[in-house]
């Protein structure tokens, strides 16, 4: 990843892509939405009829529509910076989306895709849509949440513990979350652990700059110690990704020497894991 990042929110930005972008956005879609069902006992059946909240969908909603199509009751994208609907990418790229999904899932109704295609919008009578911080959403909705679900975007909040209590309130009793996390510097993955060497202030002020875009740099255990603060009754988190050994060997020497940083001396093992998957449930 190039390591400036625009003061732009990416979900801002206008989106001029071709055919090919719209073929591998639309089956990257699916990919999301077969993650996330296969995250969940009995699948398909499992989300009929359930109230389903996606936080930081990115640059389309297509992942949710497919959903809300397999028959979720109430869906709801919310995210600080909520795309906006481009006539000019949303309508083909949810067109080849219902255009897939007879062969992904036979027999689904795709009535929420055609919503938003006819109407050239995020129809709000088949989504719902928060553009808000999640610390807030829970003042901005009153439904609770059977199942929550993000990808690659508890790192980039501002106020974690604020927004996991917020989380909290919005699940159902007995609901469950499912939270892929990505806790690389994203100015460059190669080198995932970089900005664990500012110190705090320097740090504050790279994350305003690039919307924290950069991540929030929050650890693994840092982030489930805060989701069980925060109430959820049964956490657990399963690493998919580790930083290199050879990066580690390089870099933790480096780490040591930087006393101004809170990660200073912190234990090489909980350095390692670099991506997960939080599975919450309250």
């Known amino acids: 990843m190039n390591s400036t990042l625009s003061a732009l929110p990416v979900n801002y930005s206008p989106v ?7 073929f591998d956005d639309a089956e990257y879609a699916f990919r999301v939405a077969e993650s996330y069902l296969a995250c969940i006992s009995g699948g398909v059946e499992a989300i009929r009829g359930k109230n389903i909240l996606e936080i930081g969908p990115g640059i389309n909603l297509g992942a949710l529509l497919i959903l809300k199509c397999l ?14 609907f481009q006539s000019g990418y949303h309508v083909p790229l949810y067109s080849r989306i219902k255009a ?3 062969n992904k899932f036979p027999g689904v109704d795709s009535f929420a895709l055609d919503r938003c295609i006819q109407g050239e919008s995020h129809c709000e009578e088949v989504i719902l849509c928060k553009e808000c911080a999640l610390e807030e959403l829970a003042d901005e909705l009153p439904s609770e949440f059977d199942l929550t679900f993000s990808n690659a975007v508890f790192e980039h909040l501002y106020l974690p513990f604020q927004a996991f209590l917020a989380l ?18 994203h100015r460059h993955f190669d080198r995932p652990l970089e900005y664990l060497l500012h110190d705090e202030f320097t740090f504050n002020d790279l994350l305003h700059r690039c919307n924290a875009e950069c991540g929030n740099r929050l650890r693994p255990h840092e982030m489930h110690a805060m989701f069980s603060a925060a109430g959820f009754r049964r956490i657990s988190f399963v690493a998919n990704m580790w930083a290199e050994s050879e990066y580690l060997q390089k870099f933790v020497p480096r780490l040591r020497r930087c006393t101004v940083t809170p990660y200073a001396f912190m234990d090489v093992g909980l350095l390692q894991e670099i991506s997960g998957r939080f599975h919450l449930e309250k």
Request: charged share 25%; hydrophobic share 40%; glycine share 12%.
């Open 16 to 22: 001029i892509v071709g055919e090919q972008e719209i």
């Open 168 to 185: 909290h309130r919005l699940m159902a009793d007995g609901g469950c979350g499912y939270h892929q996390v990505d806790f690389r510097d």
């Open 100 to 102: 897939l999904l007879p």
């Open 71 to 84: 028959g979720a009751r109430v869906v709801c994208a919310a995210d600080r910076f909520l795309c906006r």
